[in-house]
């Protein structure tokens, strides 16, 4: 009865039209107000307080939805399309724009308000549709069929893998490090270089034992790796082969080939690598792996029982 | 050089394809899914030869991606075939596969031995071939969105349907004049014939994206850098997401949600080739290697 009541004006699409017209609006205002989105600010551990504050307002939200009107709108098919076309139409301008991260309006898309707001918005649509379908599921299984169809097992695994895979990659971005590590042969180096060109001492040093290059025929590059001696603080010691495309893993840190004195070629002395650190990594992947076994369920379910609802 | 010896087999398999889409407007079902399936086989054949002559996937350039995109098409549209039996869908994939075959024999942009090592990946075959074969079944979906449109528009003022999927399933929608005026909609096999293939479109278009997300850790450090291409690629996931959404609205407009499938294709085309015209993608995108 709650998609019944859905149905009719206002409560159609134009209501989401709305709202997200007034993210857009309240975005721009923000965003010359107090300037583009501070992403630093998120990190740990402001971004796990985040996390479980918008999973208890996804819980509070969904447990009201029938005292509130607005929240069962907010899981509901009209909702999801207005949000979806403002995230398609902002990221499009993303497309349309050269990016560089100087905070400027389109050009920094990520850190632009109405941008961010309205994949938040999209967000929360995602994680209460979750909750409804999931509290469907459970009042299914719990009834005298006892049924669990695979339609709702992809509508399940698709949206609440947006949700991580989307909450996880933004939250944990703040906590992500990447920094450049520039050996030379036969020294141990144990600092690194941040993006704004900050050292810093790392847990994990790395000596470069020696630089391979090797050629095509006609002298483009097939394969450039590092052989490297590595130690850890944690008391890791060993010696690995480092290529691109294939990282060495050590104490959650990876290890990637990066660039080498470019001058001197195959006789270069000295390897930079990247080092990337990133604690959020799992959850996004779980996010990430659960997509990927909705759309193979998407494959092969049926998904045009899932019209009928409640 | 194998090269050389693609003109041949190209007419080879083109002339399999067009024997099929001739069987099928005669109503000849077997020979229609025998003589494409053969002209599949040997351009396949055709695809796995020079995997081995160049002693890696030929994947890396728009001429070897198009290559691909010629072997999907009539597959997909075979697929299609093979469970609705619309007589014009080999037709359109056959010409289609032709078009980018020609472009392979006019621009070549094949095929030296180098796989730079970015490339050099486990993820690299299946990243693009499923993202191939998600081109390729949405371009049959657009087809068949074109085609339905083309319909509705030639008999704009003809008869309403009697019982169309989304008057049954919505009973207003059969006592309410105004949509009787906007008035087009799909019968029910049409309907969940075109929402089943867009469905396989997003789930292979799914897998290409989360495969590259995969794969661009191992090779960039993170698996989503908004680099130009994987801004696109997520425009055209959200682009399908909003039309199997929408359709999905008890009354929506039958003609709009063709409309928008349409459009998702232009935004496909974009992330396939067009960022590399796009001024803004100028210089600043990883995915190119040329």
Avoid at chain 1, 220 to 247: C, L, M, Q
Avoid at chain 2, 188 to 204: C, H, M, N, Q, W
Avoid at chain 2, 205 to 210: D, I, K, R, V
Wanted: proline share 4%; hydrophobic share 55%.
């Amino acid at each position: 009865m709650v998609t019944d009541n859905l149905r009719q004006a206002p409560w159609d699409w134009r209501l989401s039209a709305l709202i997200c017209a007034a993210l857009v609006a309240v975005g721009i205002a923000l965003q010359w107000a107090v300037g583009p989105v501070v992403w630093a600010v998120f990190a740990w551990p402001v971004n796990i307080i985040c996390m479980a504050a918008l999973l208890a307002a996804l819980l509070l939200m969904h447990l009201l939805r029938r005292k509130v009107r607005l929240f069962s709108y907010l899981s509901s098919l009209p909702a999801a399309l207005p949000a979806i076309a403002t995230a398609l139409v902002l990221t499009m301008v993303m497309g349309l724009t050269r990016q560089t991260a100087d905070g400027h309006w389109l050009s920094d898309m990520l850190c632009f308000w109405p941008f961010v707001l309205a994949y938040v918005y999209v967000t929360l649509i995602v994680g209460l549709t979750t909750l409804r379908r999931l509290s469907k599921i459970a009042s299914l299984l719990a009834g005298p069929n006892r049924s669990l169809r695979i339609a709702d097992i992809a509508f399940v695994l698709n949206h609440a893998g947006l949700f991580l895979a989307l909450t996880c990659a933004t939250l944990g971005n703040p906590d992500l490090q990447r920094l450049k590590m520039i050996t030379t042969l036969g020294a141990f180096e144990w600092r690194g270089v941040d993006d704004s060109g900050l050292l810093h001492n790392l847990p994990v040093a790395i000596e470069l034992k020696r630089f391979i290059m090797e050629s095509y025929d006609d002298g483009s590059p097939r394969r450039f790796a590092s052989d490297i001696h590595v130690r850890t603080k944690r008391g890791k010691d060993f010696e690995a082969t480092v290529d691109v495309n294939h990282p060495v893993e050590v104490d959650g840190w990876k290890i990637y080939q990066y660039s080498y004195d470019t001058k001197a070629g195959a006789d270069s002395r000295i390897s930079i690598f990247e080092l990337v650190r990133d604690p959020w990594l799992p959850y996004a992947y779980a996010g990430i792996i659960m997509m990927l076994a909705g759309a193979l369920f998407m494959l092969f379910g049926n998904g045009r029982k899932e019209v009928k609802e409640s | 050089m194998i090269w050389d010896y693609f003109t041949l087999v190209a007419i080879i398999a083109i002339a399999h394809w067009a024997l099929g889409a001739l069987a099928a407007w005669k109503g000849k079902t077997r020979t229609t899914i025998v003589a494409t399936a053969i002209g599949l086989a040997i351009f396949f054949a055709f695809i796995i030869a020079m995997w081995v002559t160049l002693e890696r996937p030929p994947l890396r350039t728009m001429g070897e991606t198009r290559l691909w995109y010629s072997f999907f098409l009539p597959l997909a549209g075979l697929l299609v075939y093979a469970r609705k039996r619309y007589k014009w869908i080999l037709s359109f994939t056959t010409v289609l596969a032709t078009v980018f075959i020609c472009v392979n024999i006019f621009k070549p942009e094949i095929h030296s031995k180098a796989l730079m090592p970015a490339l050099q990946s486990p993820w690299f075959a299946p990243h693009v071939i499923v993202y191939m074969m998600a081109y390729a079944i949405l371009g049959a979906a657009t087809l068949m969105a074109v085609y339905y449109l083309a319909k509705s528009y030639r008999k704009v003022q003809g008869v309403p349907e009697a019982k169309t999927y989304d008057a049954a399933i919505n009973s207003e929608a059969s006592i309410e004049p105004s949509r009787k005026a906007a008035g087009f909609t799909l019968d029910s096999e049409a309907s969940a014939e075109l929402d089943g293939i867009v469905r396989a479109g997003l789930a292979f278009l799914t897998f290409g994206m989360l495969f590259g997300a995969l794969w661009a850790k191992e090779a960039w450090g993170h698996y989503w850098s908004w680099d130009p291409k994987e801004t696109w690629a997520a425009v055209t996931w959200l682009g399908y997401l909003l039309f199997i959404h929408y359709r999905r609205l008890p009354r929506h407009n039958t003609r709009l949600a063709l409309w928008l499938l349409i459009a998702a294709f232009i935004l496909l085309q974009m992330c396939w080739w067009g960022i590399n015209y796009l001024p803004s993608a100028q210089g600043t995108s990883v995915h190119t290697y040329g």
